[in-house]
Each structure stands twice: as structure tokens, then as C-alpha cells.
């Protein structure tokens, strides 16, 4: 009972400050995209997803591989953390030289240059952020804290600063400044409740950390730090700026469900390792309840927004980004679709396919780079969209073959799709007939009409949310008690 109370207590704290993050993080971007162009929004989007191919060097899976070891051994926590941080450091310092280089050697305007290194000084802070320490620990609402605290401390050195000098510049420098300011702040407790002094690791240390962390660093590597900035990154070399604004734009709205597909994963990975050992069966019945949740969910997004996504784009974030509507149509399917990956994914990852798991995400990659260079050159923004979606398409077709259940995966997709489709539709049909003079409307009534068409089809049951409910306890179902 108290491994399933720090479960789920850890697992409130992380949800909650992911909640918190990400609405003060869509504050900044409406403030953003108001306070300058699409043009400049676009430029510092296209730094950072540059830098952000760097951090993969700074960090191979170390972090991971340190709060592994932490919550093995916590008596040793300082060792790992002369480790982890010794070894970060020295790549970090390798990594910025390299971003460094590409910025005097990258064919952009100056200004594009500046901002690539103003963001490489943001590695120097990450290098030493204490959160996977605290994970170890399982002190999760310690990691939750730190997030929303660099966060508000980002919200309000943008407003601070900005407000007075609308320089594209001060958006990395707020960054970076507001990593520095959240990693010292909770470094305190470590140094002083966990840490005996820093020494610097030996090479026989760190030559078995990065061989054990590097196959975590490379899968990670390729399911965000590539898939999440390619587009954006060819948008830069291929299109214009403007284009990758409306890309990042749609891409951050795009970023709110996967990260909502994170959480659920995180959730599931226990569930299905424990399962899978002792009770395959409750393993596949969980799989069948998360595919048809995540449907349940996604569906209504994806034709909430097929109705709601000009209109409201336009009246958020201001009518110069009304192109970036088209834009959030072609990506929304393909962040659901990534949820849905991100099930099988941790589902194979509780079989110990972690090999396959990487292939997967290999050709997902190659898939994404392939589809993207044409329709870039082709629809910039859209094609870009487009290509994201197509490529999570064809690794979710990839995973239904992989993941082996008795009942097969169209079967198991036929029973959980046509009910929300059928509700999805009518809701579609509500929305879509309020006038678009009253944009801000459509969404609350799209969820008040979805949530009576759902119950009116059958498509959610009380005993279904109680089922999935009591297996992410760690329990049986009610009726098999």
C-alpha cells in the first residue's frame, strides 16, 4: 500500500506542475507571438531547435542512468552525482564549442547566428539541473517544483525584460538566465542534505556510465530531440522564417497533447512491467483500455480542431497567424497518433524489447526526414505538418503488427474507434455551425456536446473507468475481487 500511495502521489505531483508549466508556458507564447513577428517568432525557434540537437552531447542518457543507480542505491546519491555531473560538464563544454562552430559557419543572417549561441549558453545550466536527483530519490514533487519555478521564473523575465527592449535576443538570455536561477535555487538542498564534495570521476567511471546510459540516450534522442525539432529545423534552412513560425506556433499547441501522452505513459510503464510478469492477460486488458482512452480523448480533439482552428488561431494569437491554422489541422492527427505510439512503446518496453522499440523509432526518424524535405519545399509549414503526421502513421501501423495480443490489433482498434468517431462527427457538426464571430464559443460548446454524444452512443462505461482506474492502482478490477 505505500509503494502504490508514493505511486500515485508522485504521479499527482509531476501532472499537476506539467498543468502549471504548460499554462504559464502558452502565457508566454500568446505573449510572444503578439509581441513580435512571425518572422522573428520563427527565427528564435529555429535557433533553439538547432541547440537542442546539442543537448543529446551534453546528456547520452546520464540523467537517466543516475537516477536509475539513485533509487538503487540511495546511500550512494554523491557518487552519482560526481559522475553524472563531471561527466556533463566536459560535454557540455564540448557541446558549445560545436554550437559555436555552427553558428560562425551557418549560412543565416546575423541575427539568426546570435541567438544560436545566446541559446548554447542555456546547456551550461541544464548540465547541472538537479531534477533526476530528486527522481532517484522519488522526490517527484521536488522535480514538479523545479519545473514550474524555471518556468515563472522564463514568464517573468520575458515580461520583465522585453516589455521595454523588444529584441528577439533577450528570449534566449530569459531562458538561460531563468535555468541558472531554478538549477542554483534547488541545488541547495542537495548540497547540503545529499552531497559529501565534488571530485572529478575517473575515466574507468565515466567509460561505464556512458556505455550503460548511451542505448537509453540514443532512444530518447530520436523520439524527441530529433522528431520534435527536424521540421522546425528544415523549415529554417528550407522556407522562410515566417513559415517556421507558424509551425512552432501549431507545434507548441501540438506539444500539450503529447505531453499529456507522456504523463500516460510514465503511469503505464509500472503498470505493464508488473503485469506482464505476474498476469499477462491484465497486461493486454490494460492495453485495450489505454488505446480506447487515448481515442476517447484524442478523436474530439482532432475534429475540434478540423472545426475551431482558423477562427481561433486568428483570435488568440492575433490575425497575422491565421495561416498557422491549416498548419495545427495537418499536426493535431499526428500528436494523437503519438500518444497512442507512446502506449505500444512503453507496452514493448515492459516485454524488454528495447531493441526493437529503437529500430522503431530509427524509421520513424528516417520517415519524418524523407517525407519532410519535399512537402517543406513543396507547402513549407503545411508540408511540414503533413509529414510529421504521415510518419507517426506509419510507426503506429508499425506498432499495431509488433504489439502481440490474442485479439488482434484491428480487432482491437474496430472495437474501440467507432463509437467516438461516431460521437467526434456530432460534435464536428455543432461546432461547425456556430458562426465564426463567436470563435471562442466553439470550444466549450464542443466539449459539452462530445461529452452528451459519447454517453448517448455508449461509448464510455462507469465499469471501463473503474477498471483502468484500479489496474494504475496496482489492483484487480471491482468485479474481479
Not at 519524418?368 to 510518419?391: E, M, R
Request: glycine share 8%.
Amino acid at each position: 500500500m505505500k509503494t502504490g500511495r508514493t505511486i500515485l502521489k508522485n504521479f499527482a505531483s509531476l501532472v499537476t506542475a506539467d498543468i502549471l508549466v504548460k499554462a504559464v508556458g502558452f502565457v508566454v507564447t500568446l505573449y510572444l507571438a503578439r509581441r513580435f513577428s512571425a518572422n522573428e517568432f520563427g527565427a528564435f525557434s529555429f535557433a533553439i531547435s538547432i541547440v537542442n540537437y546539442f543537448s543529446f552531447v551534453t546528456d547520452p542518457g546520464l540523467t537517466t542512468y543516475g537516477a536509475t543507480r539513485t533509487a538503487r542505491e540511495p546511500l550512494r546519491v554523491s557518487d552519482y552525482i560526481n559522475t553524472v555531473l563531471s561527466v556533463r560538464l566536459v560535454l557540455t563544454a564540448a557541446a558549445f564549442i560545436a554550437v559555436a562552430a555552427v553558428a560562425a559557419l551557418i549560412p543565416q543572417p546575423a541575427v539568426i547566428k546570435a541567438l544560436i549561441l545566446c541559446y548554447g549558453v542555456m546547456l551550461f545550466p541544464q548540465a547541472v539541473n538537479p531534477s533526476w536527483i530528486y527522481q532517484g530519490l522519488q522526490k517527484m514533487e521536488l522535480v514538479g517544483a523545479y519545473n514550474v519555478a524555471h518556468s515563472l521564473f522564463y514568464a517573468g523575465l520575458i515580461f520583465g525584460l522585453t516589455a521595454f527592449w523588444p529584441d528577439v535576443r533577450l528570449v534566449p538570455v530569459s531562458l538561460t538566465l531563468a535555468y541558472f536561477l531554478a538549477s542554483a535555487i534547488f541545488l541547495v538542498p542537495v548540497f547540503t542534505g545529499y552531497y559529501d564534495g565534488f571530485r572529478m570521476t575517473g575515466l574507468r567511471e565515466a567509460f561505464a556510465a556512458a556505455k550503460e546510459s548511451l542505448p537509453i540516450g540514443v532512444s530518447t534522442f530520436l523520439v524527441a530531440g530529433v522528431n520534435w525539432n527536424l521540421s522546425t529545423t528544415l523549415l529554417g534552412f528550407l522556407a522562410s522564417q515566417e513559415q517556421t513560425g507558424y509551425f512552432s506556433i501549431a507545434m507548441k499547441l501540438g506539444l500539450v497533447i503529447m505531453g499529456g501522452g507522456i504523463a500516460f505513459g510514465m503511469t503505464l510503464l509500472p503498470v505493464f512491467s508488473k503485469h506482464m510478469e505476474s498476469s499477462r492477460d491484465t497486461a493486454e486488458k490494460v492495453l485495450s483500455l489505454s488505446e480506447k482512452a487515448i481515442l476517447l480523448a484524442g478523436l474530439p480533439v482532432i475534429f475540434g480542431v478540423l472545426a475551431t482552428a482558423d477562427p481561433v488561431m486568428s483570435s488568440v494569437f492575433g490575425v497575422k497567424y491565421l495561416p498557422a491554422g491549416s498548419t495545427l489541422k495537418l499536426l493535431i492527427p499526428g500528436a494523437v497518433l503519438y500518444a497512442l505510439n507512446l502506449v505500444h512503446y512503453v507496452y514493448m518496453i515492459a516485454e524488454g524489447r528495447q531493441v526493437a522499440n529503437m529500430w522503431i523509432s530509427a524509421a520513424r526518424t528516417a520517415a519524418l526526414a524523407a517525407l519532410s524535405v519535399p512537402l517543406v519545399l513543396a507547402k513549407g509549414a503545411d508540408g511540414a505538418a503533413a509529414a510529421y503526421t504521415a510518419a507517426e502513421l506509419m510507426a503506429f501501423c508499425v506498432y499495431l503488427g509488433k504489439v502481440k495480443t490474442p485479439v488482434g490489433p484491428l480487432a482491437r482498434m474496430a472495437a474501440a474507434l467507432p463509437k467516438p468517431l461516431a460521437a467526434s462527427l456530432i460534435m464536428f457538426a455543432a461546432v461547425y455551425a456556430i458562426p465564426q464571430s463567436h470563435a471562442l464559443l466553439k470550444i466549450p460548446a464542443g466539449v459539452l456536446v462530445y461529452a452528451a454524444a459519447i454517453f448517448a452512443v455508449g461509448g464510455v462505461r462507469a465499469g471501463e473507468i473503474r477498471k483502468l482506474a484500479s489496474y494504475a492502482k496496482g489492483g484487480r478490477p471491482p468485479e474481479e475481487k
